[in-house]
């Protein structure tokens, strides 16, 4: 894999002069105004670029694999050179090679950026502006698109190859990459300064518990307390904002059900990454261009219910699938589990009661929050905090209903104490020692022992 450096120094159609191709990727570009040498390297980059393209035989170029292709355009990138009296080094014919690689069989620009593990998230604003995010803090990147026609065919290029488009009569998409990753793209006329991308990269390692306690997270006794609570088959939703870690935990909690049950995910754009032998994944599909053919998360909802499922996992919960999503919890499918945008316990079950109301179901507000409270057992918080790190904030139990109020209770929650010296936040994950209204069911499961020594049961 290239060095964030080597990296750093390709852009398309704006290629920079030798000496600054050991700037990091993620550092800003310099304000100074370009200098006539720069813009005269970019001519000749391009001029060698357009040449060796040139040269290629298109029929040949279909049928090599990268590593031929790579070969043959930095031959061919040697040859212009050498005619058009441009002085390039063998890194930089490699670094041009690697450019045009990327551009004709990957993503362009991109590819750099996905291919390093420290980049979790990539905003493209236009073709001369991206961001990345590394280690929870946004940074600009040294990337560049040729103009907008590039980067429209870069957004065409994700969207073919999940069988869908995104043209002026289909300005938005949801998409994921061939790795997993998820991208949202959203192009003129709604987009003024250009297509727009939003990646969410997929984690290429699998992140469980233990990984997220390193991670600082969440402590040791409160990840063997969310175990407990997933494998006796709680309900769960996790509830947070957008890039607070909601999937990931998932994906880490989903890791406890019985490798014999019966998982049905669905999502909208699939990124979960469940490691149990018997998943069955649905997506859903937009409508086409006459406006019809669409399936929801609704219909999958409903649909799965009909496919002998243990568990159905819902990626998010955004529309009127909350009321089925109870229907499911309330019927015999325990240990379903979903994610839903809140900031805190309260106001992810007052997203999900909103949400029911958007199916025009005409049910009363009581008779909804029964639905909540008979289907739900616990909601997990977290929360991308100020120094970039992702932790729980809270893991609250839903007692019941008092009178038209629906009783919770905080088992775990985040104390904040302070700074550390580099910025990070110190604080400490601690046990309300509340006890569960649950706890029958840890002990039909034979884990109250083993909750109750994490959670200091009965000393609050």
């Given at each position: 894999?290239?060095?964030?450096?080597?990296?750093?120094?390709?852009?398309?159609?704006?290629?920079?002069?030798?000496?600054?191709?050991?700037?990091?990727?993620?550092?800003?570009?310099?304000?100074?105004?370009?200098?006539?040498?720069?813009?005269?390297?970019?001519?000749?980059?391009?001029?060698?670029?357009?040449?060796?393209?040139?040269?290629?035989?298109?029929?040949?170029?279909?049928?090599?694999?990268?590593?031929?292709?790579?070969?043959?355009?930095?031959?061919?990138?040697?040859?212009?050179?050498?005619?058009?009296?441009?002085?390039?080094?063998?890194?930089?014919?490699?670094?041009?090679?690697?450019?045009?690689?990327h551009d004709?069989?990957?993503?362009?620009?991109?590819?750099?950026?996905l291919?390093?593990?420290?980049?979790?998230?990539?905003?493209?604003?236009?073709?001369?502006?991206?961001?990345?995010?590394?280690?929870?803090?946004?940074?600009?990147?040294?990337?560049?698109?040729?103009d907008n026609?590039?980067?429209?065919?870069?957004?065409?290029?994700?969207?073919?190859?999940?069988?869908?488009?995104?043209?002026?009569?289909?300005?938005?998409?949801?998409?994921?990459?061939?790795?997993?990753?998820?991208?949202?793209?959203?192009?003129?006329?709604?987009?003024?300064?250009?297509?727009c991308?939003?990646?969410?990269?997929?984690?290429?390692?699998?992140?469980?518990l233990?990984?997220?306690?390193?991670?600082?997270?969440?402590?040791?006794p409160?990840?063997?307390?969310?175990?407990?609570?997933?494998?006796?088959?709680?309900?769960?939703?996790?509830?947070?904002?957008?890039?607070?870690?909601?999937?990931?935990?998932?994906?880490?909690?989903?890791?406890?059900?019985?490798?014999?049950?019966?998982?049905?995910?669905?999502?909208?754009?699939?990124?979960?990454?469940?490691?149990?032998?018997?998943?069955?994944?649905?997506?859903?599909?937009?409508?086409?261009?006459?406006?019809?053919g669409?399936?929801?998360?609704?219909?999958?909802?409903?649909?799965?219910?009909?496919?002998?499922?243990?568990?159905?996992?819902?990626?998010?919960?955004?529309?009127?699938?909350?009321?089925?999503?109870?229907?499911?919890?309330?019927?015999?499918?325990?240990g379903?589990?979903?994610?839903?945008?809140?900031?805190?316990?309260?106001?992810?079950?007052?997203?999900?009661?909103?949400?029911?109301?958007?199916?025009?179901?005409?049910?009363?507000?009581?008779?909804?929050?029964?639905?909540?409270?008979?289907?739900?057992?616990?909601?997990?918080?977290?929360?991308?905090?100020?120094?970039?790190?992702?932790?729980?904030?809270?893991?609250?139990?839903?007692?019941?209903?008092?009178?038209?109020?629906?009783?919770?209770?905080?088992?775990?929650?985040?104390?904040?104490?302070?700074?550390?010296?580099?910025?990070?936040?110190?604080?400490?994950?601690?046990p309300?020692?509340?006890?569960?209204?649950?706890?029958?069911?840890?002990?039909?499961?034979?884990?109250?022992?083993?909750?109750?020594?994490?959670?200091?049961?009965?000393?609050?």
């Open positions: 894999m290239e060095t964030l450096a080597g990296a750093g120094a390709m852009s398309f159609g704006r290629k920079t002069l030798p000496a600054h191709a050991e700037t990091p990727l993620a550092a800003a570009p310099a304000a100074e105004p370009v200098s006539v040498a720069i813009r005269a390297s970019a001519e000749q980059f391009a001029l060698v670029r357009s040449a060796a393209l040139g040269r290629l035989d298109p029929v040949a170029v279909a049928n090599m694999d990268s590593a031929a292709l790579r070969s043959a355009i930095i031959e061919a990138v040697g040859a212009v050179a050498g005619d058009q009296r441009v002085q390039l080094n063998g890194r930089e014919q490699m670094l041009l090679a690697d450019e045009l690689v004709m069989l990957g993503l362009g620009p991109l590819e750099p950026l291919a390093d593990e420290r980049i979790t998230d990539i905003m493209i604003n236009g073709p001369d502006c991206a961001f990345i995010e590394i280690s929870g803090r946004l940074q600009k990147a040294d990337i560049h698109f040729r026609a590039h980067l429209l065919a870069i957004s065409q290029r994700i969207a073919s190859a999940i069988g869908r488009r995104v043209d002026e009569s289909s300005p938005l998409l949801d998409a994921r990459l061939l790795d997993g990753s998820r991208v949202n793209i959203v192009i003129p006329p709604l987009a003024l300064d250009g297509p991308l939003s990646i969410r990269k997929f984690a290429k390692k699998r992140i469980d233990a990984r997220l306690v390193e991670f600082g997270a969440m402590s040791e409160l990840s063997r307390a969310l175990e407990v609570m997933a494998r006796s088959r709680l309900n769960i939703v996790i509830s947070g904002g957008t890039g607070s870690g909601k999937t990931t935990l998932l994906n880490a909690l989903s890791r406890f059900a019985d490798p014999s049950e019966r998982l049905v995910t669905i999502e909208d754009a699939a990124e979960l990454q469940l490691q149990q032998p018997h998943v069955v994944r649905m997506e859903t599909r937009p409508a086409n261009l006459e406006g019809a669409a399936i929801t998360q609704r219909d999958l909802v409903m649909n799965a219910l009909r496919m002998r499922p243990d568990r159905i996992i819902i990626g998010e919960v955004r529309g009127p699938e909350a009321f089925d999503m109870l229907q499911a919890m309330n019927t015999g499918h325990d379903s589990m979903s994610t839903i945008h809140a900031n805190n316990s309260r106001d992810a079950l007052s997203r999900i009661e909103n949400m029911v109301l958007m199916g025009s179901l005409g049910l009363p507000a009581v008779a909804i929050r029964q639905q909540i409270v008979s289907a739900l057992d616990a909601i997990v918080q977290v929360q991308r905090m100020r120094d970039g790190k992702r932790r729980i904030t809270q893991i609250t139990e839903v007692v019941g209903l008092e009178g038209d109020v629906v009783v919770l209770q905080d088992l775990f929650r985040f104390d904040y104490d302070g700074e550390n010296r580099d910025g990070t936040l110190r604080g400490q994950f601690v309300t020692g509340a006890r569960p209204s649950f706890l029958p069911r840890l002990k039909y499961f034979g884990l109250d022992t083993l909750y109750n020594s994490v959670s200091a049961v009965g000393a609050a």
